[in-house]
């Protein structure tokens, strides 16, 4: 292929991904060319391939000529931002090229700024779990930690709560995270750096000088930055983060662990939500239908006469996944004085009852989703099947 040829192709590559509206672009390198794949609605799809190593390099190489990459480089990883206009709209990449056994490996995500919502009537699909969270929000200090897997949507949760805060005349909000994703108005948002010394440690300590109400922290994997969180809560002020762990039991042992004082954990502790995504059916093509008594039992739902739960089918406009789009399904857990309490005991057996007792799990929620049409049998099935 010539270069305009190159050109033409990578730019048909990016604006169909958008128009597919996935959130990554994989361009795949093997010992034959390489391959096209899109993340959409959080899945992989193959969108096709290049029988040319040639060819595949030669687009790579255009991806680095657009994020003004080391073109000499090829042997070490590299990343950088593309910023391009499509249909008067205008989308951030954030690229890496990352080298294989069969040469360079090139990442686009793709962040749309215009599509992304941070409304909570937008995030929080139940009534309950909306109140729950505008009362976690309407407390003036303590801890606030989200769980999940990586891609279960934490960083819109937590951009959603920090949002709340950033209204307000009354909060400076600060935010230390690795990297800022997307710009927040209201928040002066800081980016850890660990080359230069800009360590989570380091920059938390640093904001707590410049007067914060709210301090969110990305998501917190080390013990250190961890302690520290909990100590900047216990300071009276609000601190929000998240944690890579599978559910709340998870966190709340994880928080314990870390801890050497069980009464700060108690003391700062506010809130646990954990949480998943699950896809949406798509609205073209996706068909109702009656689901049978033990279906419907095994989902907690009552199978009154007009029931109905909704199957995907496939369709052009869903690129034959049949679904489109996602939706959060959450656990949530205000702490009160009776786990407060055993927190500081540490009767971790006592704790987990406590939990199994008090917080409405995704077991008990995903009926409702079904009901409402929300996700799919098959979806819950795949998302939640191991917790369910
Ligand atoms: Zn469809």
């Known amino acids: 292929m010539k270069k305009d040829e190159i050109i033409k192709s990578?730019?048909?590559?990016?604006?169909?991904?958008?128009?597919?509206?996935?959130?990554?672009?994989?361009?795949?390198?093997?010992?034959?060319?390489?391959?096209?794949?899109?993340?959409?609605?959080?899945?992989?799809?193959?969108?096709?391939?290049?029988?040319?190593?040639?060819?595949?390099?030669?687009?790579?190489?255009?991806?680095?000529?657009?994020?003004?990459?080391?073109?000499?480089?090829?042997?070490?990883?590299?990343?950088?931002?593309?910023?391009?206009?499509?249909?008067?709209?205008?989308?951030?990449?954030?690229?890496?090229?990352?080298?294989?056994?069969?040469?360079?490996?090139?990442?686009l995500r793709i962040l749309d700024k215009l599509n992304i919502t941070f409304d909570y009537d937008r995030i929080f699909c139940l009534k309950e779990d909306l109140a729950e969270i505008k009362n976690i929000v309407s407390k003036p200090n303590g801890l606030v930690f989200v769980s999940g897997p990586t891609g279960s949507g934490k960083t819109t949760t937590l951009y959603s709560m920090v949002n709340d805060f950033a209204k307000r005349e009354s909060c400076m909000v600060l935010s230390v995270e690795d990297p800022v994703e997307y710009n927040l108005e209201g928040v002066m948002q800081s980016q850890v750096d660990e080359k230069i010394g800009k360590t989570f440690p380091a920059m938390l300590r640093s904001t707590l000088r410049c007067d914060p109400d709210v301090i969110m922290a990305g998501e917190i994997r080390d013990e250190k930055t961890l302690e520290l969180l909990i100590k900047i809560a216990v300071t009276g002020h609000y601190v929000l983060s998240a944690l890579h762990t599978a559910d709340i039991k998870g966190s709340l042992s994880r928080l314990m662990e870390i801890s050497s004082h069980a009464y700060m954990l108690s003391a700062s502790l506010l809130a646990l939500v954990n949480q998943r995504l699950l896809r949406k059916p798509c609205k073209h093509?996706?068909?109702?239908?009656?689901?049978?008594?033990?279906?419907?039992?095994?989902?907690?739902?009552?199978?009154?006469?007009?029931?109905?739960?909704?199957?995907?089918?496939?369709?052009?406009?869903?690129?034959?996944?049949?679904?489109?789009?996602?939706?959060a399904i959450y656990e949530i857990m205000t702490l009160d004085k009776g786990i407060k309490d055993l927190i500081v005991e540490g009767d971790k057996k006592m704790i987990d009852s406590y939990i199994d007792e008090n917080?409405?799990?995704?077991?008990?929620?995903?009926?409702?989703?079904?009901?409402?049409?929300?996700?799919?049998?098959?979806?819950?099935?795949?998302?939640?099947?191991?917790?369910?």
């Open 10 to 107: 990578l730019n048909t590559i990016i604006m169909e991904a958008i128009e597919s509206r996935a959130s990554d672009i994989h361009l795949n390198p093997d010992q034959n060319g390489g391959e096209v794949k899109y993340r959409i609605d959080g899945k992989l799809k193959k969108i096709s391939r290049f029988d040319s190593v040639f060819d595949f390099k030669k687009h790579v190489s255009r991806i680095k000529e657009m994020f003004h990459g080391d073109m000499e480089i090829n042997l070490l990883p590299q990343d950088g931002k593309i910023i391009i206009k499509v249909n008067d709209k205008q989308y951030d990449l954030r690229v890496s090229v990352f080298p294989t056994v069969d040469g360079e490996k090139a990442t």
């Open 285 to 327: 093509c996706s068909k109702k239908y009656k689901p049978s008594d033990a279906e419907a039992k095994s989902f907690g739902v009552k199978n009154k006469k007009s029931l109905k739960f909704v199957d995907s089918v496939g369709c052009e406009k869903c690129h034959f996944t049949g679904y489109m789009g996602r939706v």
């Open 359 to 388: 917080v409405i799990t995704f077991s008990k929620k995903i009926g409702e989703y079904l009901e409402k049409g929300l996700t799919t049998v098959s979806e819950a099935g795949r998302v939640l099947g191991d917790v369910l």
